[in-house]
Nanobody, 118 residues
Framework: QVQLVESGGGLVQPGGSLRLSCAASGFAFSNYVMNWYRQAPGKVRELVAQVTTGGGTNYADSVKGRFTISRDNAKNTVYLQMNSLKPEDSAVYYC????????????WGQGTQVTVSS
């Protein structure tokens, strides 16, 4: 049974930090590109950060220099360290695992709420 379980969300003041974790099970984690997406009310889901199977990373322009994605293949876990948080970072954050082409499997977690407010 495939599972992606996010944790670490919560309420934080502007300028603060949070670390999200996503524990994966039921699939070959090391063979999947891992992504963090977010969706704010009334907005489309957007890709925030990505870590490839080789450890390469990509970020949305809005979070570059503030967020860091990493993965631990031994623990089947992907992380998102979020620093210098802004109110506009408030959203539900989703973990996604996507298989490399030509395969098409894609798995999603249930999401974790991040609220940045004073």
């Amino acid at each position: 049974q495939v599972q992606l379980v996010e944790s670490g969300g919560g309420l934080v003041q502007p300028g603060g930090s949070l670390r999200l974790s996503c524990a994966a099970s039921g699939f070959a984690f090391s063979n999947y590109v891992m992504n963090w997406y977010r969706q704010a009310p009334g907005k489309v889901r957007e890709l925030v950060a990505q870590v490839t199977t080789g450890g390469g990373t990509n970020y949305a322009d809005s979070v570059k220099g503030r967020f860091t994605i990493s993965r631990d293949n031994a623990k089947n876990t992907v992380y998102l360290q979020m620093n210098s948080l802004k109110p506009e970072d408030s959203a539900v954050y989703y973990c996604n695992g996507r298989q490399l082409p030509p395969f098409t499997n894609s798995y999603w977690g249930q999401g974790t709420q991040v609220t940045v407010s004073s």
